[in-house]
């Protein structure tokens, strides 16, 4: 029995083995040629940016304050594997170092999509400056028969808009690869919990079944003295100790168990998606 569970265990961090690695470096080489393939898109993109700062004047406080944030999130993540590999090591004292480093470089995509989350940032605060200039010309009598001034204008705006497609070209990948491994890890540990839930859920119909076999034979008049005893001990026993498992004391581990988790995460993502779009 020992080698049949330590088999499995084997058998199991293989297959998440090969699939991190898998998923993984797929994701590394698609990001590694995509980028090579948009690098005259990220160009045009600083070019395009630098456009529209020039038009619109704007001031650089608020692009020095997107740059700290970025360097803020990026020296947060890297904290956040960090320490994660000390806990990992700290408390199982065994620690692989090429599995380290191979899931310690995945923080490459969490950069990229800080990167892109940056250059979204600097498209929207350019689009709101754009719009207060839009809509200060209404005020402004020079403005209304300035036809250089709203042919500069809707160039800007046609830079913005390219801006936009040039980042869904560049990171659709990125985004792509981190929502699919997202999925699959929730339905992984889905699976996991609803296998679980099975196993519990036969234990508990083990314990029902003994429970209604000794209550017919304590109310059967062929069960000896001895039989009524020992099962009425049974019984005993299994009022006072039988309990179901539970997750921190709230929620029994049956077969609701995933029906109430898949429950719990759609309600808070409508909640989510309320506070984003209301």
Sequence with gaps: ?????????????FVMNVYDYVLFSIGGFVNFFINIQQKYNNVLYVLKIQNVHKILKLDETCFKRSIIYSWVCVIAINCFHICW???????F?????????????NIRFDVNLIYATWCLRLMTESLKFWTYGLQN??????????????NTMFGCYVDITENFQIVEKTFQHVYTLLTFSSLTWVIKNLLIITFLCVESEKYYSGIKRVENACSQMTTS?????????????????????FKKLRICGLFAVDASLPLRVIAFITTYTIVLLQFVFL
């Design 1 to 13: 029995m020992f080698f049949e569970t330590q088999n499995e265990d084997n058998f199991e961090h």
């Design 85 to 91: 590999t000390l806990i990992y090591y700290f408390c």
């Design 93 to 105: 004292n065994d620690i692989d170092i090429l599995n380290t480093l191979a899931a310690y470089a």
């Design 137 to 150: 010309s209404a005020y402004t009598n020079d403005a209304l028969d300035n036809k250089h001034w709203y």
């Design 221 to 241: 008049v062929r069960s000896s003295a001895n039989q009524k005893t020992f099962c009425r001990n049974i019984l005993r026993v299994q009022d006072a100790t």
